[in-house]
C-alpha cells in the first residue's frame, strides 16, 4: 500500500535554530499538506500546497513557516527560527486528485526544541 | 463554520464491554466527508474509515461500527466487545468539499480497554 513517507522521525533542536522537516508524498497526489499536534492536544491544519502553491493556510503558519516542493517527490516544512512553542509532533498528508479521496498521513515527525 | 465535537475526554472500560464514542460536527457544506482515526501510543495516526456526506449507511468492519446520522449531525464509532489492544486515543475528523481540502479534527477521546 503507498505510504507518504516522513523524515526524521525525531528531531530535537536548539530555540532559534532553522529546521526543516521532510515528507514524501504518494506519487500520484496532487495535494499536499502540512499539520501540528502539541503533546496531548488535537491535530491542527498548517498548510495545503496545490500547484506548486499554497492553496490555503491557517493562522498558526505565520511567516515563521514556509513550505517547498524542491523536486517531483519532496515536500518540506521550514521553520525559520524556531520556539519552545514548536515543539510538537508534525504530520505531512497528500491526497488525490479527485477531492477527498485518498488522503494519506505519514507517520509524524516529533519536534522538540530545547 | 467547521467544527468537530467529541464530547468525551476519557473513556476507561473493561475488556469485553462496549463502547461507542461520540462524534458531533458543524459544516457549512452539503458535500463534505468525515473520518475516524486512531493514534496509538506511538504517535502515527491511523486511518479507520472515510464516509462521504451523501452515504448514511452505517458501516461494520469486524468489531467496529460507525453510525452515521446527518439529522443529528453524528458519527459515532462503536468498538464491540473491546480489547486491551483497542486502547488508544481516537479522533474524529471533517472535510469539506467546496471549503478547501484541510481537515478539522475533533479534540479526540482517550479510551482505555482495562483487562
Known amino acids: 500500500e503507498p505510504e507518504v513517507t516522513q523524515t526524521p522521525s525525531h528531531q530535537v533542536t536548539q530555540m532559534g535554530q532553522e529546521v526543516i522537516l521532510r515528507c514524501v508524498p504518494i506519487s500520484n497526489h496532487l495535494y499536499f499538506y502540512w499539520y501540528r499536534q502539541i503533546l496531548g492536544q488535537k491535530v491542527e491544519f498548517l498548510v495545503s500546497?496545490?500547484?506548486?502553491?499554497?492553496?490555503?493556510k491557517s493562522e498558526i503558519f505565520d511567516d515563521q513557516f514556509s513550505v517547498e516542493r524542491p523536486d517531483g517527490s519532496n515536500f518540506t516544512l521550514k521553520i525559520r527560527s524556531t520556539k519552545l512553542e514548536d515543539s510538537a509532533m508534525y504530520f505531512c498528508?497528500?491526497?488525490?486528485?479527485?477531492?477527498?479521496?485518498?488522503?494519506?498521513f505519514g507517520s509524524g515527525t516529533r519536534l522538540t526544541v530545547v | 463554520a467547521q467544527k468537530v465535537t467529541q464530547a468525551q475526554t476519557e473513556i476507561s472500560v473493561v475488556e469485553k464491554e462496549d463502547v461507542t464514542l461520540d462524534c458531533v460536527y458543524e459544516t457549512r457544506d452539503t458535500t463534505y466527508y468525515l473520518f475516524w482515526y486512531k493514534q496509538p501510543p506511538s504517535g502515527e495516526l491511523v486511518f479507520l474509515i472515510r464516509r462521504n456526506s451523501f452515504d448514511e449507511q452505517n458501516e461494520i468492519s469486524g468489531r467496529y461500527s460507525w453510525n452515521f446520522q446527518k439529522s443529528t449531525s453524528s458519527f459515532n464509532f462503536t468498538i464491540t466487545a473491546s480489547q486491551v489492544v483497542v486502547s488508544a486515543v481516537y479522533f474524529c475528523a471533517l472535510s469539506e468539499e467546496n471549503y478547501g481540502q484541510n481537515f478539522v479534527f475533533g479534540p479526540g477521546t482517550r479510551l482505555s480497554v482495562l483487562p
Open positions: 498528508a497528500s491526497s488525490e486528485p479527485i477531492r477527498g479521496r485518498g488522503y494519506t
Open positions: 500546497f496545490y500547484n506548486n502553491e499554497i492553496s490555503e
